[in-house]
């Protein structure tokens, strides 16, 4: 049976990632689409999967097509980024993160103020510098099943 390794941290590596991670969230924040689209693999294997049940996206392809729109509509909002933990595997090419966002957010046409989003995902380090692959969106919800 193979052991898995642990994970590491690496300062440099970390300051790479994170700066692919602000550069994401201050694209949305300017509605750049063109800098949001920088910080993914463009491939068929991207996977992001959102708050909405019908935000379920399993290709760059079908992800984009959806963002293309929501991007420049997020123009002027602010994303505050907290609580980002960012962790590699032992060959140091990927990385997976965790961070909490404050931020407002439009869905089925109602803007919603969420403290404490989460925010997921994994990067692969590539020829053309670390991309995302796969992120995951969630609200935090009470006890009751309530958004907060």
Known sequence: MLKTKPAFKNDQLAKEVSKVLNTLLRSQEEGD???????????????????????????????FHQMDDVIPSRKGTEINEKNTCIYFNSHGDTAWYSQLIDTCYETKGEITRIEGFRHTGVLINTPEGWKIVQSHVSAPINAEGVRL
């Open 33 to 63: 689409v063109e800098t949001f689209a920088h910080c993914f693999l463009h491939e068929q294997t991207v996977v992001h999967i959102g708050t909405d049940t019908d935000e379920y996206f399993t290709s760059w392809k079908d992800y």
